[in-house]
């Protein structure tokens, strides 16, 4: 018994083990099979891309002659694949698959390894590239908005988009630098990776345009964490990707990460719109979410300058390690700045009389000039970054906001409080600190603080109270 299955593209026939892959001689704009020629080469194309990840899946080709022997079709001839074992089948029927992600993640790392490198396809991975295929992709859906789209969030996806690229160039410079961009798969959904026994088998890559496929590891790697999360296995989303990280050794910040994960659904969120066009209203559903989870992720993505400041004793640095656990984010101290800066190790003593030694009003505008400007080297990397520091002169403080606005960062200003005797008594018991602040320092430092009215005033070093502020809601 034969099974057909027809896509926009192509039309498959599953015959006992065997599935067979015809072309359809279509033109979509962005594909163009109408000659025999073009098809014959796809068909070729698409057997060598594909045996790179599932060697043992594509076997070859097959011609189709007519009454006559003439050629009239290459066929694409692949191992059947058992449907019960489609990720995506697995994921919707609650089957454990941290195995097999796992699996993948690793199959995904060698790949991009060893993957085609090269000018033509570095050139794919630059901030002005990613940002061209954004343009495109609102070009596109303007036409949506106010319809299936919805608009406020559409917007709010392209304001969001636009602030992270902005400030970010470094970023992908730097990727393109470290060879993270690849000839790739391109299209790695969860519909088309089988896990069976002896490992997961990614199939179906983009063959009809090799610009499709160049693209950044981590960009590849997220086009199936989005799909795993779309599917409702949010928590096995992040953990490909972790693992992904880990046999890659590729520490991508956090905000690329979800920039890349935001951005496929977003071209998601695009074919439902075409797909609601076409005449199937149950791809409004699909527009939505798939919106959302865009939404969720350029929100978390958000690259943020963090101040954390109070005076000596205040809880400051705690709340600053606090705040980066949870976001991911790196962490610059003032008091260890201000040592290195002095060629002191951080525990070593540096104490003196209040604003004499290396806390002259010289040496204190030294150490916040090189604090700011490590941090807006991070900031341009795609780093959230916490300044821990005292930050009680207000030059300081408005160095700091023209770092976040060059950046395009969102700036955050928190201040510890807490009462004197808690100061004097954490001062009086402390131990293994780099600062050298004593509890006549900290009154002074107190006393000659300029007015912080801009800052979230943070009690206790709540982290709670503390992540209210600065944590985008998703």
């Known amino acids: 018994m034969v099974k057909a299955l027809e896509t926009h ?20 704009g962005f594909l163009d099979f109408r000659e025999p020629a073009d098809r014959a080469a796809v068909c070729r194309r698409e057997v060598e891309l594909n045996r790179r990840l599932a060697a043992d899946v594509y076997l070859g080709l097959a011609e189709v002659h007519g009454p006559d022997g003439e050629l009239c079709e290459h066929l694409v001839v692949m191992r059947r694949m058992p449907e019960d074992r489609r990720l995506s089948t697995l994921i919707r029927a609650g ?41 495109a992709t609102f070009t596109q859906l303007r036409p949506f908005h106010g319809g299936v789209l919805d608009e406020a969030m559409a917007g709010e996806v392209e304001d969001r988009t636009r602030r992270f690229l902005a400030g970010r160039e470094a970023l992908f410079a730097l990727r393109v630098a470290q060879g993270r961009i690849v000839d790739g798969h391109g299209d790695l959904i969860a519909d088309d990776v089988f896990c069976l026994d002896d490992g997961p088998r990614p199939l179906d890559c983009l063959e009809f345009d090799d610009r499709l496929r160049f693209l950044d590891v981590l960009d590849d790697a997220a086009f199936l964490a989005m799909d795993v999360e779309h599917l409702g296995a949010v928590a096995q989303a992040q953990a490909f990707l972790d693992w992904y990280a880990e046999f890659s050794g590729d520490c991508a910040p956090q905000p690329l990460r979800h920039h890349y994960v935001a951005y496929r659904a977003f071209v998601r969120a695009k074919v439902a719109c075409l797909r609601h066009q076409q005449g199937d209203p149950s791809a ?42 949870r976001l991911g984010a790196v962490v610059l101290s003032s008091d260890r700045i201000r040592k290195e800066t002095a060629g002191l190790a951080p525990g070593m003593s540096a104490a003196a009389a209040y604003q004499n030694g290396i806390y002259t009003r010289e040496w204190t505008d030294r150490t916040y000039r090189e604090l700011l400007r490590r941090a807006e080297e991070l900031l341009e990397r795609g780093e959230t970054v916490i300044l821990d520091a005292s930050w009680t002169a207000a030059r300081h403080r408005e160095a700091a906001r023209r770092v976040a606005a060059a950046t395009h960062s969102d700036l955050h200003e928190l201040r510890c409080t807490a009462d004197r005797a808690t100061v ?41 109270q503390a992540l209210a502020v600065v944590e985008p809601a998703t």
């Open 9 to 28: 593209a192509a039309i498959l026939f599953f015959v006992g083990d065997r599935v067979y892959k015809m072309k359809k001689p279509v033109d979509l």
């Open 95 to 135: 089957a454990p698959v941290d195995d097999h992600l796992r699996r993948l993640a690793r199959l995904l790392a060698r790949f991009h390894t060893t993957a085609v490198r090269g000018p033509a396809i570095s050139a794919e991975g630059t901030r002005d590239a990613l940002l061209g295929r954004w343009d």
């Open 284 to 325: 409004a559903g699909d527009v939505f979410a798939y919106t959302g989870l865009a939404l969720r992720h350029l929100r978390a993505g958000t690259v943020r300058l963090i101040l954390v400041g109070g005076g000596p004793a205040t809880g400051k640095t705690t709340l600053a390690g606090g705040i980066a656990d």
């Open 424 to 464: 004097v008594q954490r001062l009086a018991h402390r131990t293994g600190s780099m600062s050298d602040a004593d509890a006549t320092i900290a009154a002074a430092m107190t006393a000659a603080a300029a007015s912080w009215p801009e800052a979230h005033l943070i009690t206790g070093a709540s982290l709670d």
